[in-house]
């Protein structure tokens, strides 16, 4: 048997099973970025499926583990792993040029970032530099984590406008193949419309104002599309509009909180009363007792809805109501 | 679609259910007392025909008496009041004391006390508002506390209540409507006197308590009896929290004529209202209900009647010098009522 030179490794072989991508090919190689060893799936699955394990490569001793194995992108192994260690200094490093005062300091910040991505690349001072990144990670945690959720909100907004535009195209172009099998049908129906309508009108008829009927009622009808493209064609500018400029998701944020109606806010507008700043000696004192307020008990809750029984019922009338009902009823 | 504060109360069953012009009432009540009387003759007429009072009934039939709806009223608004000496034994909260007296007022609307005596009816009613106003109390230990009562004497009314309730439960009083003018005032009128408010407040309460031995609860609106309940404490204040409510009479502005209607509308309500309030608070003494009692005691069981009029018969042929006095107390009932 062949010995395989483990420092040249032929580029469609698995080395640890020696499977050859010729031979079968659905044979997809993954590799870890602990070290960058190309295995094959079937083997990945086999070596590590019971746990991290060390690499099979000679030599190499690095414990993998299954969960961080992926599929290789670029064919050359440095650009995968430079790709990989730019993604790793972004996620910590994650500011945008609107967080500086000047373009300088931005500059400044970029150079930093890339000098360390540069370090940890080419593997010089990689301890100090891993600690650095640590370091910031832990100084500036809120701060990553608010641009990474501005960030997610960008993207979510970019999906918006595209499912947008999506729908919008599907419903365009149907609304124009509908146009388009109506004009068609305008041709072939109109001549066979006539004839019929000719031949079980009666003799006084004129033969042209038949004709014109029919295809007014036809034309009509592709009026009507168009009339719906073009409302399509407003909405979506519309809810464009909205999405960028970030109203929706202000608007339901703005939403009062109602409980859920059938028909959407068939409430009260305003109450009939103004909520304002209420005294009630026995019941602060009371309130003032944490065995009180431990329970959920909120004085406020208890003030509205003291507020709304009061005008619940004050304008019925029974008297005169009731005498209505009753007239109606016989 | 714009739901009021005033169209969700016309959806409770207090409204649809509970809720009566004076005619209505007063028809209803004719109609319970009319069938008590047919009740009450039935069981005449289902007499033992063997037993020798049964005859003597049935001889004396004009003299029989029965109760008449001023006494009906009466008897029970005075076991009303008993209920919430009752309630206030057990500790029981406004809300769960008011109900039970509501639940004894609405139950005789559809039954005579002929039909059921309200002594027994109170402590069924009591017993089933504390638990609908979460403040259970077990049977045993609530028939323990009342002397002459079983657990099983008091739920066997149980059902009965709530089916004369026709299931509806639920009970508005002006207590928490009356808090909320008490709040509302205080935001409206910001330079009142807090000591005056909270004065009036509580005797507010006390008549809101009192008002529940009308028929108010039935006529009006919990905040009508709130707000009129504040306004016999202090007119004056309640009008002029009325008036800036409805921004009536001010100077710097034309009234607005909408607020106008509304305000007259509601004082109309508020001294209608009041009048039955201070007239028509009933709270009969104990002999008169002891004398309505007797008379219902005979209704239920006719033949006591009878054994009654056995025994002054008997009494009569034993001392003859009496004679003359039994009619006379006769005459004297008769005449009071």
Redesign the interface.
């Known amino acids: 048997m062949v010995e395989l030179n483990w420092n040249n490794i032929p580029k469609d072989l698995c080395p640890v099973c020696k499977t050859d991508k010729y031979l079968s090919p659905s044979l997809q190689f993954k590799i870890n970025p602990e070290c960058y060893h190309k295995i094959c799936d079937s083997c990945v699955d086999r070596i590590f499926s019971l746990g991290p394990s060390p690499c099979p490569y000679p030599n190499c001793g690095k414990i993998l583990r299954k969960n961080r194995f992926k599929t290789q992108i670029f064919d050359d192994i440095e650009v995968e792993r430079e790709c990989d260690v730019r993604k790793r200094v972004m996620a910590v490093y994650n500011k945008t040029e609107d967080d500086f005062a000047t373009l300088d300091e931005y500059n400044a910040y970029l150079e930093q970032v890339e000098d360390y991505v540069y370090k940890l690349v080419n593997r010089i001072d990689v301890e100090q530099t891993e600690q650095k990144l640590k370091d910031y990670q832990i100084e500036h945690k809120h701060d990553i984590e608010m641009s990474n959720n501005q960030r997610d909100q960008e993207h979510a907004k970019f999906v918006k406008l595209q499912n947008l535009e999506k729908r919008y195209r599907t419903e365009k172009n149907k609304i124009n193949r509908e146009i388009f099998k109506e004009e068609q049908n305008l041709k072939n129906l109109s001549k066979t419309e006539v004839i019929n309508q000719l031949q079980t009108a009666s003799g006084e008829k004129d033969a042209d104002k038949i004709i014109a009927n029919v295809r007014d009622s036809m034309v009509s009808k592709t009026d009507i599309y168009k009339q719906q493209l073009e409302e399509l064609e407003k909405n979506y500018q519309e809810e464009r509009e909205i999405i960028i400029s970030g109203k929706d998701e202000i608007k339901e944020e703005e939403k009062p909180k109602m409980p859920f109606t059938p028909?959407n806010g068939?409430?009260?507008?305003t109450?009939?009363?103004?909520?304002?700043d209420?005294?009630?000696p026995f019941l602060s004192k009371m309130v003032d007792d944490i065995q009180y307020r431990a329970g959920g008990y909120k004085l406020d809750v208890y003030?509205q809805?003291?507020?709304?029984?009061?005008?619940?019922?004050?304008?019925?009338?029974?008297?005169e109501?009731?005498?209505v009902a009753?007239q109606i009823m016989v | 679609m714009v739901v009021s504060n005033d169209d969700l109360f016309r959806r409770s069953t207090q409204f649809r259910f509970w809720s009566f012009t004076r005619l209505q009432l007063e028809e209803l009540r004719v109609v319970a007392n009319k069938k008590g009387i047919e009740k009450t003759e039935e069981r005449i007429n289902q007499l033992d025909d063997s037993l020798p009072e049964t005859k003597i009934v049935k001889d004396h039939r004009d003299q029989f008496q029965y109760v008449h709806l001023d006494e009906e009223k009466k008897l029970v608004s005075y076991y009303a009041r008993r209920c919430k000496e009752l309630a206030s034994f057990f500790h029981l909260s406004a809300q769960s004391r008011s109900t039970a007296i509501m639940y004894l007022y609405k139950f005789y609307l559809y039954h005579s006390v002929m039909e059921y005596h309200p002594g027994n009816i109170m402590l069924t009613c009591l017993f089933l508002a504390a638990k609908v106003e979460n403040q259970f109390i077990g049977i045993n230990s609530f028939s323990k506390n009342i002397p002459k009562t079983t657990p099983e004497g008091i739920l066997k009314n149980e059902y009965l209540i709530l089916e004369t309730m026709k299931f509806s439960l639920q009970c508005h009083h002006p207590f928490q409507p009356l808090y909320g003018f008490f709040l509302d005032i205080q935001q409206m009128l910001p330079k009142l006197d807090f000591n005056r408010l909270g004065k009036n407040y509580d005797g507010a309460r006390e008549l809101v308590n009192d008002s529940l031995f009308s028929d108010l609860p039935f006529l009006y609106t919990p905040p009508q009896i709130a707000l009129t309940c504040l306004w016999v404490c202090d007119d004056v204040l309640v009008e002029k929290y009325l008036s800036k409510k409805f921004k009536v009479n001010r100077k710097d502005e034309p009234d607005d004529e909408q607020g106008l209607q509304h305000y007259n509308k509601i004082l109309v309500i508020i001294r209608q209202c009041a009048d039955i309030l201070r007239k028509e608070v009933q709270d009969p003494s104990q002999d008169e209900s002891k004398t309505i009692s007797a008379k219902i005691k005979l209704c239920l069981e006719p033949a006591r009647f009878g054994k009654k009029i056995l025994k002054q018969t008997t009494e009569q042929l034993k001392r003859p010098a009496s004679i003359d006095e039994s009619p006379d107390t006769k005459r004297v009932k008769v005449e009071s009522e």
């Open positions: 028909f068939d409430r009260m507008p109450p009939p009363y103004e909520y304002g209420y005294k009630d003030f809805k003291s507020l709304d029984d009061a005008f619940t019922g004050l304008d019925c009338i029974i008297e109501e009731k005498d009753d």
